[in-house]
């Protein structure tokens, strides 16, 4: 390895995911082993994502990483047990052109720079560690030269939280909860790609919220510990539910999808309401929108939207197609509408053209806003973001978007 002050970059961006069967309980606290099988949906990363760009340098004299521009410490043992199983399986780099050679053994001595952006708002309350752990899994794997497939990835972003295995793929994605001590079966596979159902429209509803949320972490440690229907729910429901959930989405069939992945969010609460003490995630304003889809349903002939919460008051929704989400948006901005204000494009953030198609862009159409005039819901959702099923990780080959300097290696 040359001793000249070179820096080495590697830019990834890795989409978030949403769990349409829940993953809620851990046999394994430090290696993060699952109590049960769980399955995402990957959301269009141009919607949510993490940016993260890895670099490497001799002039690194400790590992330091950035999060959203600023600097937070790496000591943590999740952060530490990423790093330690990337670096076990680093090989060996050559940059030719740069005159650049990095052998295998040569890891161990240098350090990283790291810094990581998420382009949705980080106080929305929405699963940030997922994407971002596995797009700091993923990047590094790139730049350390790292020969493991998606699923062997994921087995180490799973180390830095649970739901991150997940992310290293697009479409469908199951994460299969494994029944070794060591935890090297417990992966993520991709059940299909973003292309197979890609009818379906996801619409989040950021729900206002001023209560300080119990962490996901903290949470389902107190569930294994105390309630008896996560123990039903881990052993007996989900095992059924997982197979019923691969068939659904193996014929796209939107009826039986709805009934699991709004039967698994409600058991979910329900397991969290079962806690001692318990745990409240969902409130008032998720309780109304439940209400709104489940009449909506029950008007339509076939259920046409399903709904899904995690670990706070959060609605994500998912449409059948384009026309139920354009129409289930005209009823969400009737029931919700934005504040005085908040003006329509900070109000629906992401694939804007389905509020275009519903009429709605720029200043609500006047008829709406007589109607909303009665309504006492101003300001209960924050806003909403118009998504999609999405691609796994990709490397950005565009330089100008890496958040690090490259000739530092300091945050732009
Ligand atoms: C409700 O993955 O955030 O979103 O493994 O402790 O980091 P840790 O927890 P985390 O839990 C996610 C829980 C959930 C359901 C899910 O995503 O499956």
């Known amino acids: 390895m040359a001793e000249e002050k070179w820096v080495v970059m590697v830019t990834a961006q890795t989409p978030t995911n949403i769990a349409v069967i829940k993953y809620w309980g851990k046999r394994d606290e430090v290696r993060i082993l699952p109590i049960n099988d769980s399955i995402s949906v990957t959301l269009d990363p141009d919607h949510l994502c993490t940016l993260t760009t890895v670099s490497v340098s001799p002039s690194f004299d400790r590992d330091r990483m950035w999060l959203n521009g600023k600097e937070i410490s790496l000591s943590g043992s999740r952060y530490q047990n990423c790093l330690r199983e990337i670096r076990i399986r680093a090989g060996d780099v050559e ?43 993923f990047s590094l794997a790139k730049l350390m030269n ?23 793929f697009g479409g469908f994605v199951k994460w299969n909860m494994g029944n070794k001590e060591d935890g090297s079966d417990s992966v993520a596979v991709q059940l299909v790609d973003d292309k197979h159902w890609d ?12 209560e300080k949320e119990t ?21 007996e429901v989900v095992p059924v539910r997982i197979l019923q959930m691969e068939e659904a989405i193996k014929n796209r069939d939107f009826t039986s999808f709805t009934k699991l992945t709004c039967s698994d969010s409600n058991q979910f609460h329900a397991v969290c309401m079962d806690t001692s003490p318990p745990i409240f995630y969902m409130n008032d304003t998720s309780h109304r929108i439940i209400s709104l889809v489940e009449k909506w349903n029950r008007a339509a002939s076939t259920p046409e ?15 059948r ?19 005085p204000d908040t003006d329509m494009k900070s109000y629906v953030l992401g694939d804007t053209s389905i509020v275009k198609e519903a009429g709605l862009e720029g200043e609500l159409p006047q008829g709406i806003k007589d109607k909303i005039g009665s309504q006492d819901q101003k300001g209960e959702v924050s ?15 565009d330089q100008t978007q890496a958040l690090l300097h490259p000739q530092t290696g300091l945050p732009k």
Not at 199 to 210: E, G, H, P, Q, T
């Open 199 to 210: 009818d379906l429209v996801i619409i989040i509803a950021v729900v206002s919220s001023r």
């Open 321 to 339: 197609n384009r026309k139920v989400a354009v129409e289930l948006m005209q009823g969400l901005l009737y029931c919700f509408p934005p504040k």
């Open 95 to 137: 940059d030719k052109e740069k005159g650049i050679k990095i052998e295998k053994k040569d890891w161990e001595k240098l350090h990283l720079h790291i810094a990581s952006h998420n382009n949705f708002p980080t106080a929305a309350g929405l699963a940030s560690s997922a994407a971002g752990f596995a797009c700091l899994v």
């Open 305 to 319: 939207i399903a709904y899904t919460f995690d670990a706070g008051p959060n609605a994500v929704l998912i449409a």
């Open 383 to 397: 806003y909403f973001i118009c998504s999609r099923p999405g691609r796994g990780p990709v490397v950005l080959q």
């Open 146 to 168: 790292v020969n493991e497939d998606p699923s062997q990835l994921s087995a180490i972003a799973r180390q830095g939280s649970g739901s991150a295995c997940r992310s290293l």
């Open 215 to 235: 962490s996901s972490t903290s949470g389902m440690r107190e569930s294994v510990e105390t309630s008896l229907l996560l123990q039903h729910r881990a052993q």
